[in-house]
DNA sequence: TCTTCGATTGTCT
DNA sequence: GACAATCGAAGAA
């Protein structure tokens, strides 16, 4: 599984192709000598300085730094007070974009994630930005790392393939204050994910 | 330095 | 459906 992490160029492609196509790759997170993990659901995309509702849209700053790099690497930030948000860096080099992962399907280190998400239900445990991070232990010590090496401890490999017809395109959530047009741009994606289709 | 507020979640009504 | 939790980044002063 980890020999089929996704190539640079992957990445390279522009931010709302790399969200759609994300829909159904997996998401892995080495802890130790365990994998914590599942198959991408949902993901939104965060367009450069002229989105509205991207962070780099006041132009680069400490925070937002690791979006002007290098495509593939992991973009992690801390909001409201508790919670870490997880995205992958896209497109050019120099350009900020980055496609937030806001649901998965948990595949792996089910032991772990049980855990940490301790007295919720299984549906509940990563249909969300930030209790996905929690789940798979994801946190700001893991800002700006390489998701394309295979030697990582955090990476996104191949995963299943999902029918376009299955795939939603739907507008973001969260971002009000972004105003239009971009509320209504429609890089929102979600799938649902059947386990019996998951290929380990 | 001071103030505002967020790419959210869980709990309570 | 409403709202508190909780803190650092970013912008204003």
Redesign the pocket.
């Given at each position: 599984m980890k020999n089929k992490t996704l190539s640079r160029d992957f990445f390279r492609q522009p931010v709302v192709d790399v969200a759609r196509s994300l829909i159904g790759k997996q998401l892995i997170h080495q802890i130790g000598e365990n994998w914590v993990g599942g198959i991408i659901s949902e993901t939104?995309a965060?367009d450069g300085e002229q989105d509205q509702?991207?962070?780099?849209?006041?132009?680069k700053?400490?925070?937002?730094?690791v979006?002007y790099g290098p495509a593939g690497y992991a973009?992690i930030?801390?909001?409201?007070?508790?919670?870490w948000?997880l995205?992958c860096v896209t497109g050019a080099e120099g350009y900020p974009a980055?496609?937030?992962i806001?649901?998965l399907h948990p595949t792996h280190g089910l032991e772990i994630i049980t855990k940490n998400?301790e007295?919720?239900k299984p549906a509940?445990w990563c249909?969300?930005?930030?209790?996905?991070t929690?789940a798979l232990a994801i946190d700001g010590s893991l800002n700006g790392c390489d998701l394309c090496q295979k030697s990582g401890t955090l990476l996104i490999s191949e995963g299943i393939t999902i029918p376009d017809k299955f795939i939603q395109a739907t507008p973001?959530?969260?971002?009000?204050?972004?105003g239009e047009p971009w509320i209504s741009k429609p890089w929102r994606f979600t799938a649902q994910v059947s386990s019996s289709k998951i290929d380990e």
């Open positions: 939104e965060y509702a991207c962070h780099a849209r006041r132009g700053t400490k925070r937002n730094a979006m973009y930030y801390f909001t409201y007070g508790m919670h948000l995205n980055a496609v937030l806001r649901s998400r007295g919720i509940l249909n969300g930005p930030a209790k996905l929690r973001r959530i969260g971002i009000a204050y972004a």
